[in-house]
């Protein structure tokens, strides 16, 4: 009886190193990507600008923020509400402050100006003008990092 516990133990050991020492089989594949996108063609639009709005908030503290949304979409869905009571589509140049008490209020402030798209049209030469003022190229800095660090700090006094 013992021996037969002893082998049975020895090919139960066996069986899980020889399990244990299986390979992993990976496989890759290659897709051709093909740009399919749709170009078109640039739209522009002008904007009705409402006055000046300023909307406050305010709530007290709760331990953890538990069952409260964070202040992110505090701010998120405050402009929203802005945007939805004025009718307009989008806000200009938020301005937003945020105060709170140790232990006490907190209120959340963004003033803005409400605007409003109207008369969606195909850019003309003149709108593709003003959007390269408007927008400038995309800059990018070029380092020459063939050049030893000695020469950058000296210069070329050793050539």
Not at 11 to 19: E, L, P, T, W
Not at 72 to 80: G, S, V
Request: charged content about 20%.
């Amino acid at each position: 009886m013992v021996m037969k516990t002893k082998y049975l133990f020895i090919g139960a050991c066996a069986i899980v190193m020889f399990s244990a020492c299986t390979t992993t089989r990976r496989s890759t594949s290659t897709i051709l990507a093909i740009d399919s996108s749709v170009k078109q063609y640039p739209t522009v639009a002008d904007l009705d600008v409402h006055e000046k709005v300023e909307t406050t908030i305010s709530w007290g503290f709760v331990p953890f923020n538990w069952g409260q949304p964070p202040l992110q979409q505090r701010k998120e869905n405050l402009t929203a509400d802005i945007i939805k009571s004025k009718g307009a589509d989008v806000l200009l140049e938020p301005q937003i402050i945020y105060t709170k008490q140790p232990y006490g209020l907190r209120t959340l402030t963004i003033t803005g100006y409400p605007a409003s798209f109207k008369n969606f049209r195909k850019a003309t030469s003149e709108d593709l003008e003003a959007l390269k003022v408007v927008t400038p190229p995309h800059e990018k800095n070029v380092y020459r990092v063939s050049q030893p660090w000695y020469k950058k700090i000296l210069g070329n006094i050793f050539n």
